[in-house]
């Protein structure tokens, strides 16, 4: 899976991260679970592994998972309703080159230790093919369920991620909110590329140019297309040093016809392949890397929707998954 560290045009960290964030270019991945539900917010599952591995197969960059502690009823989604974290050493073990991603484990609700190594074993697991995106979390009904301050979330959320940043240190010594790490002992394993590749969501109750500085890349939301490219314009200010990848979910609902034109839909729209592929290419051309398309809406045969992609929009961008799998452990 791993291609060379100077075509990416972004500061190497695993083979995910480096496969799936190109310079200039844009990528795409899938958000699971790859299933039609609109109408309940629980997916059935069904045929879940399969469809990640036919996602693989046909050569999406990526798949994303959600962190979703709890099905709140006000927020109509419950994720994929595995942990995220029990889902990606299953998908590690079933997938060869399939960069695993998670948008985003709530940090606030997770203490960091347990995060860094759980992460950093799917990420061994899967020889390097973990992208983790982290966020302050948006469910406040969560908080007083695990008996937490909905209130603070931004100030632990810097803490956590400033403790797992340090994890991948030898026997790491620090001072931190959420315990202090003598240098005596040590958290295994490593991360397979030296460090977690870790996007920030949105504000995640940070400065902007905190986010900018400390995230390896940036997790954003969809926008009319004038607007993203003046908030990517000024992300990219503030980055300021070496460049940083920004990726987007987006809805989409595959209509049979290719030249359908785009009708709007809950952050994306229904269109035909061709408006599509058009579409991703002006996100490319602003600075878009990687798009994470959501088939919860979709009204057509999901491994039919799945083929049709390959064929008719991922030929268009890269598709680095497909190739040798990477090295994983025996």
Not at 32 to 57: C, D, F, G, K, N
Not at 115 to 130: I, P
């Amino acid at each position: 899976m791993a291609r060379s560290p100077a075509s990416t045009g972004f500061p190497p960290i695993n083979a995910g991260y480096d496969t799936v964030f190109q310079l200039g270019q844009l990528s795409v991945g899938l958000v699971v679970p790859i299933e039609a539900y609109p109408q309940s917010p629980r997916p059935t599952m069904a045929r879940h592994l399969e469809r990640v591995q036919l996602a693989e197969a046909l050569g999406f960059a990526a798949v994303w998972l959600r962190d979703v502690p709890f099905d709140v009823p006000s927020f109509g989604d419950a994720g994929q309703m595995f942990d995220p974290w029990v889902y990606l050493g299953f998908l590690a073990g079933q997938t060869e080159r399939i960069a695993l991603g998670v948008a985003s484990i709530v940090l606030p609700l997770r203490h960091p230790a347990h995060v860094a190594k759980a992460a950093a074993s799917a990420d061994a697991l899967s020889g390097g093919r973990l992208v983790v995106g982290v966020a302050s979390g948006d469910r406040p009904q969560e908080y007083p369920a695990l008996r937490l301050s909905y209130e603070d979330r931004g100030e632990r959320f810097r803490a956590s991620f400033e403790y797992i940043r340090r994890m991948a240190e030898a026997r790491p010594r620090f001072d931190n909110p959420y315990g202090q790490p003598d240098g005596g002992m040590d958290l295994l394993p490593k991360p397979a590329g030296g460090r977690l590749p870790m996007l920030i969501t949105g504000g995640s109750q940070q400065h902007p140019d905190w986010v900018a500085e400390h995230g390896d890349g940036w997790m954003t939301y969809p926008r009319p297309l004038e607007l993203q490219a003046h908030v990517l314009a000024d992300w990219r200010s503030r980055v300021g040093g070496p460049p940083k990848p920004v990726l987007q979910p987006l809805y989409v609902d595959l209509s049979e016809d290719p030249d359908t034109p785009p009708t709007p839909l809950h952050l994306g729209f229904r269109s035909g392949s061709r408006p599509l592929r058009a579409y991703l290419h002006q996100l490319e051309a602003i600075g878009v890397h990687h798009v994470a398309l959501n088939l919860r809406f979709q009204r057509g045969d999901i491994e039919t929707t799945l083929h049709r992609l390959a064929q008719e929009v991922l030929t268009d961008f890269p598709t680095p998954s497909r190739g040798e799998p990477c090295a994983r452990p025996s």
